[in-house]
């Protein structure tokens, strides 16, 4: 499994990661040939090599509308259109550029207008993106998922991120630091402070790194390849730098950062509860499980847990808030080692059936059949579905083992 690593001593920006991603061993042609399927125009995009500090790094610059001296990113630089979600998404589905590619960009653009939408109050679809949606943000979001395809990385990490500190000067004025559809972003993920009192973490770079990380924190366990490095606009007292380490993982499970939600209810049907489940899953919850408690006064209650990624804390907590009787959610963030697991359909005896299998050191140590084919061939052959399973099971082993 090849992995992405990206160390943000001094905050994340799109264009760092896009330097970084240049870097570490994208070529920049292809990268900029590729962005040219977006058919944006108005743009171009030039690479260079800066010192900040005492590190070498590429800086990318997005140029807007033939300025040379004029990065697309710096304040008071040239109007941008604005865009909303749907604007955005036409212009990425109509590219002509990898499935996951355009997956991933979207996923990343969602994300924005949902954590704007929630600071305005206003429908993901209505946010007026100002400068997220501008040419650079979206050559920042896909050229970094272009980047990430063409390195082969299966699975991006990152660390802590930085939230700055002081104000800011946006489309809708003065703003403290983080900007608040940054701070959204940030929600179920590390932060740290470091006393830095600059804008250290954009939008932009945050949507990519909340989005695209399975787990942030320390590194993963993983045979380093090489290292790139993308440099930022500001100079600071710490080098302005973002890492990305690619490379191997060097054990066969994955590690991960996931949120546990939990909230605590006393007083509501139990006909709601099956529908609470169902909803939290369709906003992207991994399991939720439900367990009776003994609360105050001797009151019966439920506590509903989901596990999910981070990313989708803040759309899990409106579940609950929507679809029980909660006044309060409660979120604890954990880190999660799991074995790889694939899909496979195996001919049996049954006829051929989904079997899940996961496996350590190559050898597979689960081999559990899809329950719902099992049911359904168990019914049509009018055996009983404890022997079906049994089977199934027995000779999914046998098969993959052979």
């Known amino acids: 499994m090849i992995v992405a690593y990206f160390d943000c001593p001094s905050g994340v920006a799109g264009d760092m990661v896009l330097g970084a991603l240049v870097d570490v061993g994208v070529s920049f042609e292809t990268l900029r040939d590729e962005l040219g399927q977006l058919h944006l125009g108005g743009y171009t995009l030039e690479r260079r090599e800066v010192m900040k500090g005492a590190f070498r790094a590429i800086k990318v610059d997005v140029r807007v509308g033939g300025e040379a001296d004029a990065p697309a990113h710096a304040h008071g630089g040239p109007p ?47 946010v007026q993106f100002h400068d997220v949606g501008a040419v650079d943000a979206i050559v920042d979001v896909v050229g970094a998922c272009i980047g990430l395809h063409r390195l082969g990385v299966d699975a991006v990490h990152c660390s802590a991120l930085p939230i700055g500190g002081g104000f800011v000067r946006g489309p809708h004025g003065r703003m403290p630091v983080p900007a608040p559809g940054t701070a959204e972003l940030l929600k179920g993920f590390p932060v740290v402070d470091t006393g830095v009192k600059r804008e250290l973490v954009t939008p932009t770079g945050a949507a990519i790194l909340t989005t695209l990380a399975v787990s942030a924190g320390s590194m993963p366990a993983m045979t380093v390849a090489a290292v790139g490095y993308g440099a930022g606009t500001m100079d600071l007292e710490t080098p302005n730098v973002v890492r990305v380490f690619l490379g191997e993982m060097t054990s066969p499970s994955a590690v ?129 579905v404890r022997e079906a399973i049994d089977r199934a099971r027995a000779e999914g082993r046998r098969l993959l083992d052979a």
């Not at 909303?84 to 207008?113: G, T």
């Not at 209810?265 to 399991?287: I, N």
């Not at 084919?373 to 052959?381: L, N």
């Open 80 to 126: 941008h259109p604005h865009r909303d979600l749907p604007a955005v998404l036409e212009i990425i589905d109509k590219a002509d550029l990898a499935d996951p590619v355009k997956q991933s960009a979207a996923r990343i653009f969602r994300r924005l207008a949902e954590a704007e939408g929630r600071v305005h109050g206003v429908a993901p679809d209505r």
């Open 256 to 384: 991960e950062t996931l949120c546990q939600v939990e909230t605590t209810v006393d007083d509501m049907s139990p006909q709601l509860y099956e529908p609470l489940m169902d909803r939290l899953f369709e906003a992207g919850a991994l399991d939720v499980h439900l367990t009776p408690v003994l609360m105050k006064k001797s009151r019966p209650g439920v506590v509903v847990t989901a596990l999910c990624a981070p990313s989708v804390v803040g759309a899990l907590t409106r579940v609950c808030f929507r679809e029980s009787t909660t006044i309060g959610v409660r979120w604890t963030t954990y880190q999660r080692e799991r074995l790889p697991r694939e899909i496979v359909t195996l001919v049996t005896s049954l006829g051929p059936l989904a079997f899940k299998v996961s496996r350590l050191d190559g050898r597979a140590v689960t081999v559990t059949p899809e329950f719902e084919d099992v049911k359904r061939i168990a019914g049509a052959q009018g055996v009983s």
